[in-house]
């Protein structure tokens, strides 16, 4: 038993096809993979399911694209160098902006997307980058979709794709202190086109498409574009209150950080 959490079963099973079949036999069932979250989440779990033994744990980079393992850890992905390199190196400040190293060394990539959490670092930023994943069952799923869903698919996350697109890149998490959960983050890249996610608003990290669209209509990106953008961003992205700032801060706090990212990736 671990504290706060009740067990009756722990498995380390040697293969995908296994890990899902047990998953599927019971909503009680669930899949631990570095288990910084789910050991504080006090669940009562009748099987709880390693993904250890199961070789999720890689990074796997050529040409075109890099190919992250599920179990890979999130430090592993903060000092990989041809991360740091992609985009400006946002998947890498993201994840860097998450606690300490030593939770970073814990924290895999799969437990950060599959427990979507509304104040996570890292969606915002895979949203900019177009991720896919790869699911066991339901195969390959666009990032954009799966944050979409109103449920998590009861389903074993394997790996996220990321294309080598030669964007530029922002990221920005606003936060009282470096261990707390952001206030709000933005994520932008850009190549031809514009993409901006804004994070932890506080519900969880959405695409601004409105606002990317009306940047990518227009030819040249001045000042009043960016003034028009950001009036556009307030109206399409909600934002609301919890205790670690208002509605009225976090669109003072969008306003300022879309400009300062536009104008970064434009330069
Ligand atoms: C104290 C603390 C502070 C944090 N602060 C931040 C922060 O500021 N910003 C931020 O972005 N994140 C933050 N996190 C979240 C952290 O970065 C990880 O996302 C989190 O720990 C989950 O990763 P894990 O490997 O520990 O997953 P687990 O705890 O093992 O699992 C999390 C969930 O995902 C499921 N799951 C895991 N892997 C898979 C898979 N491959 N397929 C299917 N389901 C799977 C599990 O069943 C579980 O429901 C924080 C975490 C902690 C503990």
Not at 103 to 127: E, P, Y
């Amino acid at each position: 038993m671990i504290k706060g959490m009740e067990i009756k079963e722990y498995i380390a099973p040697k293969t995908i096809s296994e890990t899902y079949s047990l998953l599927s036999e019971s909503k009680s069932n669930k899949v631990i993979a570095g288990g910084a979250w789910i050991k504080i989440s006090f669940k009562h779990v009748d099987k709880l399911i390693s993904l250890d033994n199961l070789a999720l744990d890689y990074i796997k980079e050529d040409n075109e694209s890099f190919v992250i393992g599920a179990m890979t850890t999130l430090r592993a992905i903060e000092t990989h160098g041809g991360l740091k390199q992609l985009a400006s190196g946002i998947l890498s400040q993201a994840i860097g902006s998450v606690m300490g190293i030593n939770i970073r060394n814990i924290a895999t990539i799969g437990g950060s997307i599959m427990g979507k959490f509304a104040f996570s670092d890292l969606l915002g930023v895979l949203l900019v980058l177009d991720a896919k994943l790869v699911f066991f069952k339901a195969g390959d799923v666009s990032i954009y979709d799966f944050v979409e869903m109103t449920k998590v698919p009861e389903d074993i996350l394997l790996e996220i794709k990321l294309k080598k697109d030669n964007l530029k890149g922002y990221f920005k998490k606003i936060s009282k202190t470096h261990l707390d959960f952001a206030i709000l983050n933005i994520a932008i890249t850009k190549r031809d086109n514009f993409k901006i996610a804004v994070g932890s608003r506080p519900n969880i990290a959405k695409l601004a498409i409105d606002t990317a669209n009306y940047l990518n209509s227009q030819k040249t990106i001045d000042e009043e574009t960016i003034e028009n953008a950001v009036e556009i961003a307030g109206n399409e992205i909600k934002l609301g209150d919890n205790l670690r700032g208002s509605k009225e801060y976090r669109e003072v706090l969008m306003k300022t950080y879309l400009k300062r990212g536009i104008r970064e990736v434009v330069k």
